[in-house]
C-alpha cells in the first residue's frame, strides 16, 4: 500500500494528510503561520516561518505512519511574489496574494488600458496581490530587493526549493499573468506592457507535467525522511481542489468557499474575447489540453468573519443565525467586498468596497448576517456565469462545514451541490497528481460525496435577490469608478 503525504500550505494554516492508494486519510497535522498585517495594506509572510510549518506537519503525520511515505506532494496558495537568493532565502519578506500596495498601481493600469493589454496576450486579468504590479512597484521602491533576487517565485516552489534545493515553479502557479496558458511560455509583449521586461530573467520557466523533485540532505534532514524521496511541487490550491473534488468532465465546476471565493470551469480550449472586461485567468492542469477558467473571487470567508465580528457572533453561531432570518434577509441587502485590495473576478477593481443596505431598528444581527452569506452566495453566481459552468458543481472549503449555507448556495445557483466527504481536497487533489506522476494506478474506491439539492421554494426570492445584486454592483462600481478618477 503506496502512502503519499499531501501538504497544502494555505495562507494561515499548513495541513498535511497522509493518503493511501485508494484515498483513504491515514494520519494528518496542522499548524497554523503567521500573517503579517501592516501599515498601507500591506500583507506579508516570512518564508522560514511557512517551511516550519510544513517541517512540523510532515515530521507529525509521519511519526504517525507504520513507515515512510512513498512521496511528498505539496499544494498551496497561489499569487503574491517569493523573492528568493539563489539558495532559496528570503531577500525580503514574501508578499501576500491578499497584499494591497499595488493598488494604485493596478487602477491606474486599469484606466491606462495596460491591464487590458496584458489580459488580450494572456487571457488573464490582473490584481494588486499578483506578480505584475507588485514587481513594479518594488522596481520603483525598492530595486534593491529585485537585484538582489534570482527567483520571482511563489509559496510552493520556494518550500519546495528549500526541501530540494531546485527551483521548479507548476504552470498553474506562473499563469496570472504573463503566462501565455497554450504554449506555456511567457509572453514578452505582457511583460512589456508593464514595463518589466527586465526582470523577466527573475521568472523561472514553468515545469513540464510530470516533474518529480528528489529531496536533498538538507530536506531530507529537515523533514526526517530518506534523502532522494520523490516530491511533487503543484499544482497551487485552486487546480489542486479541482482535481481532489472530482472535477473531470469540460464544463465541470468547483465553488471553493475559503478566505478566497474561487470559482472554476473545467475546459478544452482557451476562448474569449480580447475585447472583455479583463478578469481571472486560465489556468494550466497537469493534463496537456486542459484548462480551468478562474474567478478566484478575493470576497469569501474573510467577509463572514467580519460581519460576525460585527455582530458579537461566531462562526458556531452561523447556522442558528441562518435560520433566524429568511431568504432575503427581511430586505437587507449587502456588498461582500471588504478586501484591502479590492475586486479581481469576475471583475478587476482595487476601489471595490462593501456595504451593508436597507437596515432599519426593526432589523437583527441575523439579518445582517444572512444578507452577507446572500451576497456571497451572489458573488459565487455572478463568476460561475462568466466562468461558463454548464455541468456538475462540486464545493468545497470552510464555509460548506456549515449545512444551512451550503442550501444558501444550491437556492442562489440554482442546481445541485456535491460536497466532497473528505474536506481536505487540496491535499487529496495534490496526491493524486502525484501518483499519476508516479505512474501508479489511480483510486479504485468511489469518491462519497453529500448532494444539496436546491430548493425550489427559494427560487423567486433569489433571483429578484440576484437580479437587485447586479443592479446594485453596477451602480457601486460606478461611484468607485468615480472616487478613483479624482
Not at 64 to 72: D, F, Q
Request: glycine share 12%.
Amino acid at each position: 500500500m503506496s502512502v503519499i503525504i499531501g501538504v497544502d500550505i494555505g495562507t494561515s494554516v499548513t495541513k498535511a494528510v497522509a493518503f493511501d492508494s485508494e484515498g483513504i486519510p491515514l494520519a494528518s497535522a496542522s499548524r497554523r503561520s503567521r500573517l503579517d498585517r501592516l501599515s498601507g495594506s500591506r500583507v506579508e509572510q516570512d518564508i522560514d516561518n511557512v517551511v516550519r510549518t510544513v517541517v512540523e506537519v510532515v515530521r507529525e503525520t509521519t511519526a504517525a505512519l507504520s513507515e515512510p511515505p512513498a512521496a511528498l506532494a505539496l499544494t498551496g496558495q497561489g499569487d503574491g511574489l517569493w523573492l528568493r537568493d539563489a539558495d532559496g532565502r528570503a531577500v525580503r519578506p514574501a508578499i501576500s496574494w491578499m497584499d494591497g500596495r499595488a493598488s494604485d498601481r493596478v487602477a491606474a493600469w486599469l484606466r491606462g488600458g495596460t491591464v487590458q493589454e496584458v489580459y488580450g496576450h494572456t487571457g488573464s486579468g490582473m490584481f494588486p496581490g499578483c506578480h505584475a504590479p507588485l514587481l513594479a512597484h518594488l522596481q520603483e521602491h525598492e530595486p534593491q530587493s529585485l537585484r538582489r533576487a534570482v527567483t520571482a517565485g511563489y509559496c510552493v516552489d520556494a518550500v519546495a526549493q528549500r526541501l530540494t534545493g531546485r527551483v521548479s515553479v507548476d504552470a498553474s502557479d506562473a499563469t496570472l499573468p504573463f503566462l501565455d496558458p497554450v504554449s506555456r511560455t511567457y509572453s514578452r509583449e505582457a511583460l512589456a506592457a508593464c514595463g518589466i521586461e527586465d526582470l523577466a530573467h527573475l521568472l523561472p520557466a514553468p515545469a513540464e507535467p510530470g516533474a518529480l523533485l528528489p529531496l536533498d540532505a538538507i530536506g531530507a534532514g529537515l523533514l526526517g525522511l530518506p534523502e532522494g524521496l520523490p516530491l511533487t511541487a503543484g499544482p497551487y490550491d485552486l487546480p489542486a481542489c479541482a482535481v481532489g473534488s472530482g472535477v473531470r468532465e469540460v464544463g465541470d465546476g468547483l465553488l471553493i468557499v475559503g478566505t478566497t471565493l474561487a470559482c472554476q470551469v473545467l475546459t478544452d480550449e482557451v476562448s474569449g474575447d480580447p475585447s472583455a472586461e479583463p478578469a481571472g485567468m486560465w489556468l494550466c492542469t497537469p493534463d496537456p489540453g486542459r484548462w480551468l477558467r478562474s474567478m478566484p473571487a478575493m470576497v469569501g470567508t474573510a467577509a463572514l468573519e467580519w460581519v460576525l465580528a460585527l455582530t458579537g457572533t461566531t462562526t458556531g453561531d452561523l447556522d442558528q443565525l441562518l435560520a433566524d432570518s429568511p431568504p432575503g434577509a427581511n430586505g437587507v441587502t449587502a456588498l461582500p467586498f471588504l478586501s484591502d485590495a479590492g475586486e479581481r473576478a469576475p471583475f478587476v477593481d482595487p476601489a471595490a468596497r462593501g456595504r451593508l443596505d436597507g437596515l432599519n431598528l426593526a432589523h437583527t444581527r441575523a439579518d445582517a448576517v444572512r444578507a452577507m452569506c446572500e451576497a456571497i452566495g451572489y458573488a459565487a453566481r455572478h463568476c460561475l456565469e462568466t466562468a461558463g459552468l454548464t455541468g456538475t458543481l462540486a464545493a468545497c472549503g470552510g464555509g460548506t462545514r456549515s449545512g444551512p449555507w451550503s442550501q444558501l448556495f444550491a437556492d442562489i445557483l440554482g442546481r445541485p451541490v456535491r460536497i466532497p466527504q473528505e474536506s481536505e481536497v487540496g491535499a487529496l487533489g495534490a496526491v493524486r497528481v502525484a501518483r499519476r506522476f508516479l505512474g501508479e494506478p489511480p483510486e479504485t474506491k468511489a469518491q462519497l460525496f453529500r448532494t444539496v439539492e436546491p430548493r425550489v421554494a427559494s427560487r423567486a426570492v433569489y433571483e429578484d435577490g440576484y437580479a437587485a445584486y447586479r443592479s446594485a454592483l453596477d451602480g457601486a462600481r460606478a461611484q468607485w469608478g468615480d472616487a478613483t478618477s479624482r
